[in-house]
């Protein structure tokens, strides 16, 4: 059985920064690609950022470049997404999500399989 574990969200001013933690357990991680996924109060689920299945490669969507990093540790199966620079836009519940299909890139929501449970991030601004 797969369970990805999210934590790591509060509530920050704007400017400021989080780093949200995604825990893997089962059989899957170190061969998949992994993203991070976020809903905001009466929106659809939209992506953030996903990495590579070594953590060479990583995207972004655009509204959180230069301002987000995912990055990965295979060995401890953890999938990071460091936040700086936050805005009240960024306000939503954050998921992280494990694709079974390596192939590159992975942004939509079909081509994951398995999902966490979510964790908040709250702008104020």
């Known amino acids: 059985q797969v369970q990805l574990v999210e934590s790591g969200g509060g509530s920050v001013q704007a400017g400021g920064s989080l780093r949200l933690t995604c825990a893997a357990s089962?059989?899957?991680?170190?061969?998949?690609?992994m993203g991070w996924f976020r809903q905001a109060p009466g929106k659809e689920r939209e992506f953030v950022a996903t990495v590579s299945s070594l953590g060479v490669a990583t995207d972004y969507t655009s509204s959180v470049k230069g301002r987000f990093t995912i990055s990965r540790d295979n060995a401890a199966k953890t999938v990071y997404l460091q936040m700086n620079d936050l805005e009240s836009e960024d306000t939503a519940v954050y998921y992280c999500?494990?694709?079974?299909?390596?192939?590159?890139?992975?942004?939509?929501?079909?081509?994951?399989?398995?999902w966490g449970q979510g964790t908040q991030v709250t702008v104020s601004s």
């Open positions: 089962g059989r899957v991680f170190d061969n998949n690609p």
């Open positions: 999500a494990a694709s079974l299909d390596g192939n590159w890139p992975r942004r939509l929501l079909s081509e994951y399989n398995y």
